[in-house]
Structures are given as structure tokens and as C-alpha cells.
């Protein structure tokens, strides 16, 4: 077997040295066009999973490695003066020139032919010469150019400026630290990689670069003001640069990775931002996983296909957390003003990778600390700890969110209503969301969604509100008034969501007249003297909520629905006072929130649930979200429920774990009111994760609610928790434990390259 390698960095190298040692009869050459000692960094961090890795496939290069290996465990976070040290984190360093050093050796002892200063050929003719291509050329890849039609690449650049430095001596632990100056805010990142050196990666949005005059300096007038910048940090010591200049990260996704028998590694295949440290630790990992899947597979495309469906959810993964890391380090100036410790619980847990359960395993003395900054009293973690709203106090941050349960008779709530709701209250949660109540019969979404438009629907909410605050003692209820728009007179979600009714349609209504799905229904425009039917459609619903009973109220200006129709410039296209810019889109909802507010009682709390973006080009905006939240705040609401999306039917949401909490957070900050977040929560270490780092007030979750009633009770049995935040009722006392489980076997590793 003929193998070309085309790029000579860690992750080409590896995989050269890789296929040789497992079949020394295959004749390997690798291309790189720089010299051997020409690189780009300085340092570069393995975390123990990929030394595992590394070992079971090679013991020699593991063994050299281990012997340059600068280790530590601790993590220092500067900011305006203050340091806080969170350890028990362990890393693992080395230089990047010692690395390509190990491997070089390795794979010329292997008998790889290595040709260095020398540009590999056309991709094309080395996969007519050759059984196997891998294009391991980074993130400028000519290969995945040459063939973009197949791999379909998708490179996003960033906001942030950033440069690879190093200083000559070795921090004690890795060091990050903030500088504010009158252009705005730096940051450092700096983590040893010798007996005396370390990496330092100064970093800046793009406006501050910029305004800071950094994009008119020389080299060497660069790299010594960023060196007087963090004087503290380095001691007063110079900073040098070496081949590194000013870049802006570029994330890289490929719709494929393999072309006949060519296949992309490393950053040629994807990126993920350095403040994981990722990018070698990935493109290492890609070449144990060729390496297995051609060894496993009978052939060279069952092998290609076996990597790639191997390797895409383990760096999709990776690259949702290193997402959510560079955001928060584009977001850096929110975050300013948290009181120093908990802004390095913040910082620590960024990512959504490290959480409140593993810190606090990593650092109890550190975690305890921000607790008690948090306000929890002892033994209690921060989900368990109590929240007010205007007159309403909840005794934990926990929401069962809102879910269409298209189970109503006419509207009316009936017997699975009382249970469903009922069930979860005693399960725990502070507070309790009912579905979307429709306030006409035209609102409704399906035939089978309850209202608040009659005097018996609202005797039938008073007998599940009844039901929760005299069994569920604690537990809060609150109803989300809305109203279908243009997503009306559709089936009943597991009859096909979204689709027409068979019979019985009834007539839609939207801001304009835009069917939601290509060959719906057409909604009518609604006039002026209609949106005031509709205004006071809404202001009687709330005037018989406050009448059933219920704690507090949510206005559903989300999804797609008639308020939410009005807020996004996609399925808002009037020329009227209602229409154009965003003040005027925020006219006709803001008129309902006060016509609602006006009515509904001053010491019961109003929510407000938006879509924070659209998912969709052209439509609402991060920053728009910012705005709209900014108004409704204006206007009294007490928090902002952030959801996103389902506004639009082309919608391309990115998701993922907790994918819509940086919107809350965003509009937490920028706004200084409260709010709940949703989407993908689904654990009570996130819960108490996103509390503690100020990202969100309260979190709503839903599937989880479905998945287990008692979710909230659990989560408190399985922290330990007896405290007043989670009572269990009465008859249910006896199951306040988790029952035991047996053992499970511990699952092997899953590269054992071993020949």
C-alpha cells in the first residue's frame, strides 16, 4: 500500500508514523513545504485521554514524550487585581519543536520518507499514484480547496484578534488575566511548556484591536506593547514572537471528509479554538482513528467511511464546546463587573465541558467559595436556593417549561391536565408552566389546545391551581397566554405538526399575510381595529387568570406565534406604525404586555418569553434580542423567558447542550434583568452550573420534565439535599434515596493498536 502525506504537523506526522508501524510494508512518504524546524506556536497541551491514546498505539513515542512532559495542575484567573488559583485540573505540555522533534524521529526509524522543504504535488496525481491521500495541510488547505465541491468546507472567522507569543520562563500554573484599557479589554492566555518557557496568546475583538492602533505596528512595537500590557503577569519580562502574526480564528467544518481515496485530518478537516487547547489533541486523535478504521475495515473506503463516522461526533462535540469558549471570550466585557471569584467560576466553566459537579470534585475549598459568594446557605447546592419575583418568592430556581400537551376538549383543560401539571409540582420544581393557553377559539394552535376565552376553561384551570397549592405546598403555577397567529388550524403534533387540518380549518391571522410553510394557509393582515380585538382578547385571559388562580404570567412573544410574528423582521413586512424597524415591530406586543399588566394583579409577577434569534438569515438578531428584552423590561416585565427559533420553517438551528443559554446570558448582562433559560438543559449539574456562573436566574427545562415528573426531588436525592428548596410530599417521603444499583463493568479502551 502507497500512502501519501501531505503537511507535516503533529497530526500528518502521527498518522505517518502510525500506518508504518502497524504494516511496515507500506511505503509512506509524507510532504512537508516548510523546513523541519519551522513551525507556528510554541507550546502544545495533550490532556490524558490522548496520552492513553497515545500509549496503547505507540509505547515509544508515548515514552518520549513523557520524559519532556511539563505537568500541573492548576489554573490561575486574574482579574482587575485579584487572583483566584483553581487546581486540580491536570495538564500535560511540551514544545511544539520538541514534539515534531519525537515524531520526526519516530517515523524515520519506522522508515517513513520524510521530505521537508518541499511542496507536496497536486492532490489529484498523488491519488492517481498512490492508495491513500492524507490531506493533513492544515487550515489553509489546498486539498480540501482543490476539492470543495465534495468536501463542502463551511469556514466562519471570528470576532477576536489574536497573536502565538511566548515568554522565557515558565508560569506555575495556567494563567489567565483580563486588562481593561480605554480601548476596551485584553486577555491572556498563558500556560508553561518547559523547565523555562511559556506559551502567552494575547487576545482582542477586532474594534479594539483596532482602535488600540495595533493594526499599524511594526512586529517588534506589537509584541513589546502587549509585553508592558501584562507587565504583572510576565514579571516585567520581554515577550517574543518568533514567526506569529496578528490572526483571527477561523472555525472549519467539511460537509465530508474523504474524496475517493483522499481523506482530510486535523485542522484541514476542522478547527476548534485554542482556549480548549484542542487542535493538536484532535488532529493526534484523527490519526489513531485512521490508523484503527484501516486495520478494522476489509477496504480503503469502508476504512475512510468507519473514520469519518468515528471521528464526526467526537469533534463536533468538541467544536460546540470550543464555540461556546470563544464567544465568552468575544463576550469578555459582560462579564467586567461579576465579583472576581465568581467571574472565574465563569470563566472555568465556559465551555460547558467543566461544570459545578466535576470543579467541585477538582476544587472543593475554590467551589465552596463561590457558593457561598452565590448566597447558598450550607449543604445547598445553587438550584436549591430560593428566587423572588415582584411578590412572588420560589423556593428553587427549577421551571418546568411550557409544552403544548394538544390534549383539550373545546379548549377546556381536563383530567390529564390536572395530572400532568399536578405530577409535576409534587415532583418538586419551583415553578410550574402551563402550555401556551390560547386566548380565542382562532388562536388555538389545534383543535386540541386549551384557552382562556371562556368562564368554564377557567374553572377548570381553578381546579389544577387549587390542586397545586394545597398538595404541592411550595410549588408555584404560572400560565403562558398566547395566541397561534399564522402556525393556527394545524393537526395535533403527532398527527403531523404544523400540518393543515383535514377538515374543520378555520380562518389564521398574522402582522402579514406569509403562510408559514410553502402551500399553508395564507393569513389575513390584521387591521387596526383588529389588533384591538386581539389586545382585548388578551386582556380578558389574563383578567381570568389572575381569577384561576395562577402565581405569575408569561406572554408568549416566541416561536413564531402572532406576537412573535410582529417582532421578526422576516414574518413582519408592514408599512404601518406596526412595521420597519425594530421600535415600531415592538409596538403592537408592547401594547398587549401593558393592556395585560394593567389588569393582571401588581404584586403577581409577568415573564415574558422571546425568541432570541430567528435561526435564519435576515432575521432577528443577538442584538436585536438585546433590544426587544431591553423594551419589555422597560415596560415592567420581571424577567425574560430566551428561547430561539421555530419563527420561520427554514430555520438552521445550532444545536447542542445548553445551545441557547449564551442568549440568556448575553441579555442577562447587557439588559440587568432577570432571566430564564432554556434549551437542551438537562442535568442538575448544568442547572447549578448556569446559576452559579450568572448566566441565567432560573432554568426551564422540559423534556426532562417528561422523561421524569419528579426530576427536581431527584436531583435533590442524588445531591444529598434535605432542604427546604425540595420537600418531598408526604406520601412520598419514603422514596426520598435513590435505590441502589449494581455494578457496571468499565468499558475498554477503544484504540488497541497493538501489533
Known amino acids: 500500500m502507497r500512502v501519501a502525506v501531505i503537511g507535516g504537523g503533529p497530526g500528518g506526522l502521527y498518522a505517518a508514523a502510525l500506518l508504518k508501524r502497524l504494516d511496515p510494508a507500506r511505503r509512506v512518504t509524507l510532504w512537508e513545504r516548510n523546513a523541519p524546524d519551522e513551525t507556528f506556536g510554541f507550546g502544545v497541551v495533550l490532556s490524558d485521554e490522548t496520552l492513553g491514546g497515545i500509549e496503547h498505539a ?112 515558565a508560569f ?21 511548556y518547559a523547565a523555562d518557557a511559556s506559551t502567552v496568546i494575547v487576545e482582542m475583538r477586532e474594534e479594539v484591536w483596532r482602535a488600540a492602533g495595533f493594526d499599524g505596528l511594526p512586529p517588534r512595537e506589537s509584541v513589546e506593547r502587549c509585553a508592558k500590557l501584562f507587565a504583572d503577569a510576565l514579571r516585567g519580562r520581554p515577550l517574543r514572537s518568533g514567526t506569529s502574526t496578528w490572526t483571527a480564528f477561523r472555525t472549519v467544518v467539511n460537509e465530508h471528509w474523504s474524496h475517493g481515496n483522499v481523506v482530510l485530518l486535523g ?13 493538536t489533541k484532535l488532529a493526534v486523535e484523527d490519526a489513531l482513528a485512521l490508523a484503527a478504521c484501516l486495520r478494522e475495515q476489509p477496504d480503503t473506503p469502508s476504512a475512510l467511511a468507519a473514520y469519518e463516522e468515528e471521528r464526526r461526533p467526537v469533534v463536533a462535540s468538541t467544536q460546540r464546546a470550543a464555540r461556546a469558549s470563544l464567544e465568552w471570550f468575544e463576550n469578555l466585557r459582560l462579564y ?99 402550555e401556551m393557553v390560547c386566548v380565542s377559539p382562532e388562536g388555538r394552535i389545534t383543535p386540541g389546545c386549551a384557552g382562556l376565552y371562556t368562564g368554564r376553561q377557567a374553572d377548570a384551570w381553578r381546579r389544577i391551581t387549587d390542586f397545586v397549592h394545597r398538595r404541592a405546598p411550595g410549588a408555584a403555577i404560572g400560565v403562558q397566554l398566547g395566541h397561534s397567529g399564522r402556525k393556527g388550524s394545524t393537526r395535533l403534533m403527532w398527527e403531523g405538526m404544523d400540518e393543515p387540518l383535514p377538515t374543520g380549518n378555520w380562518p389564521v391571522v398574522a402582522a402579514s399575510p406569509l403562510p408559514y410553510r410553502p402551500g ?92 432570541a434569534t430567528d435561526w435564519a438569515d435576515g432575521g432577528t438578531t443577538a442584538e436585536d434580542a438585546v433590544g426587544i428584552a431591553r423594551a419589555f423590561a422597560a415596560h415592567g416585565a420581571d424577567a425574560i423567558d430566551v428561547s430561539t427559533g421555530q419563527v420561520v420553517a427554514e430555520e438552521r438551528p445550532e444545536s447542542g447542550r445548553s445551545y441557547q443559554t449564551p442568549y440568556a446570558d448575553r441579555i ?88
Open 520 to 611: 399553508g394557509q395564507i393569513p389575513r393582515e390584521l387591521s387596526r381595529a383588529q389588533l384591538t380585538d386581539v389586545r382585548e382578547q388578551f386582556t380578558v385571559a389574563a383578567w381570568r387568570a389572575a381569577r384561576a388562580g395562577f402565581d405569575l404570567l408569561e406572554l408568549h412573544c416566541a416561536h413564531g406565534y402572532l406576537l412573535s410574528g410582529f417582532l421578526s423582521p422576516l414574518t413582519n413586512r408592514r408599512t404601518d406604525a406596526y412595521g420597519g424597524p425594530l421600535e415600531r415591530r415592538l409596538r403592537f406586543p408592547l401594547e398587549v404586555f401593558d393592556a395585560v399588566r394593567s389588569v393582571w394583579p401588581a404584586e403577581r409577577p409577568m415573564t415574558v418569553r422571546i425568541s
Open 58 to 169: 505507540d509505547p515509544a513515542v508515548h515514552a518520549a514524550l513523557r520524559r519532556d512532559f511539563v505537568r500541573w495542575d492548576d489554573i490561575d484567573i486574574v482579574h482587575r487585581g485579584v487572583r483566584h488559583r483553581s487546581g486540580g485540573h491536570g495538564f500535560a505540555a511540551l514544545g511544539r519543536h520538541r514534539l515534531l522533534e519525537i515524531l520526526h524521529e519516530r517515523c524515520r526509524s519506522l522508515g517513513v520518507e520524510l521530505r521537508f522543504s518541499t511542496g507536496a504535488p497536486d492532490a489529484g496525481r498523488l491519488a492517481a499514484d498512490h492508495d491513500l491521500v492524507i490531506a493533513a495541510d492544515g487550515v489553509h488547505s489546498t486539498t480540501r480547496d482543490t476539492y470543495a465541491h465534495v468536501f463542502r468546507p463551511q469556514v466562519t472567522t471570528h470576532r477576536c484578534r489574536y497573536i502565538w507569543l511566548a515568554a522565557d520562563f
Open 172 to 192: 506555575d500554573a495556567f494563567r489567565f488575566e483580563t486588562a481593561e484599557t480605554e480601548h476596551g479589554v485584553l486577555q491572556l492566555h498563558g500556560y508553561p
Open 336 to 434: 467586567l463587573d461579576q465579583p472576581p471569584r465568581r467571574f472565574a467560576f465563569n470563566l472555568l466553566t465556559r465551555s460547558r465541558r467543566v461544570t459545578h459537579g466535576n470543579l467541585r470534585l477538582r476544587d472543593a475549598r475554590f467551589t465552596g467559595a463561590v457558593e457561598r459568594e452565590f448566597g447558598c446557605p450550607p449543604g445547598t447546592p445553587p438550584m436549591f436556593t430560593p428566587f423572588r419575583l415582584r411578590g412572588l418568592t420560589l423556593r428553587n430556581r427549577v421551571v418546568v417549561s411550557p409544552m403544548d400537551m394538544y390534549s383539550a376538549t373545546d379548549g377546556v383543560p381536563g383530567d390529564f391536565h390536572l395530572v400532568h401539571l399536578g405530577a409535576r409540582a409534587l415532583g418538586g420544581a419551583g415553578l410550574v408552566m402551563t
Open 267 to 279: 485542522d484541514a478537516a476542522h478547527t476548534a479554538h485554542f482556549s480548549i487547547g484542542s487542535g
Open 668 to 755: 442577562r448582562h447587557e439588559v440587568r434583568v432577570p432571566v430564564i433559560a432554556v434549551g437542551a438543559i438537562s442535568s442538575w449539574d448544568d442547572v447549578n452550573s448556569l446559576l452559579l456562573a450568572g448566566r441565567a436566574d432560573l432554568c426551564a427545562l422540559a423534556r426532562p420534565h417528561l422523561y421524569d415528573p419528579h426530576w427536581t426531588l431527584h436531583a435533590a436525592a442524588e445531591q444529598g439535599y434535605t432542604g427546604p428548596g425540595a420537600t418531598w410530599p408526604a406520601p412520598y417521603r419514603a422514596g426520598d434515596r435513590p435505590p441502589p444499583t449494581g455494578p457496571a463493568d468499565t468499558p475498554k479502551p477503544r484504540l488497541g493498536l497493538e501489533s
